[in-house]
């Protein structure tokens, strides 16, 4: 594994052992909702958005997953042998260990680093889901879409986002002509500038 694991020694050789690391592009979609979860992902390089779908085909964004980060909901899911209730899509082109789902059960018992690995992912992830209702709840959609767009910018790691405004609405689960209308105020305004399927934060 790359410098990006959190795992040391006998956990480490387990994981390069059991996994297999496998090369994803952007917009490959690496789990889908309601499949049964064979293995836990675990991304090396590049990043994951995580998003549920409701009945109507209409996507809203959970969460981003990075190096060294794994999908709790999936290891949940997987260890319970259930179905999958998130889909998980590669935002960056990525370098993902694909991780046996007993595997990642069983380290759990066998290794005290692996069982904290997955506790303070759980921990992260739940507040992230909270702050996800509260942004969903009371905070206007410019706020959240500059939120977003800073997400976006610190997983590029640049001040230019190649986005489009349909893809900036699946995320947010609004309409596309609202994302256009907010972000040409939020131009106006001097907080980004719109170009084609690209928006640069000021």
Known sequence: MQSSSPFHTLL??????FSELRKFKADSVILQEDTYIKSIPLVVSG????????ANGHEILL????????CIMSFLGGIHDETSKIK????????????????????????????DFIFK??????????????????QKLDVRLLHLLKQKS???NSKEIKVTHQQLAEELGTAREVVSRV???????????LSRNKITLM
């Open 154 to 156: 610190e997983l590029a």
């Open 121 to 138: 992912l759980y921990h992260k992830r739940f507040e992230e889901l909270l702050s996800v209702v509260n942004a969903i709840a009371f």
């Open 63 to 70: 969460y981003y997953i990075t190096a060294g980060e794994s």
């Open 12 to 17: 480490k050789d387990e994981v390069a052992s």
């Open 88 to 115: 998980a899509i590669v935002e960056e082109d990525a370098e993902i260990l694909l991780i046996p789902v007993d595997k990642a059960s069983e380290w759990v018992k066998k290794f005290p680093e692996w069982s």
């Open 47 to 54: 990043s994951l958005k995580v998003v549920r779908t409701d």
């Open 183 to 193: 972000a040409k105020q939020m131009e106006n305004e001097g907080l980004i500038h």
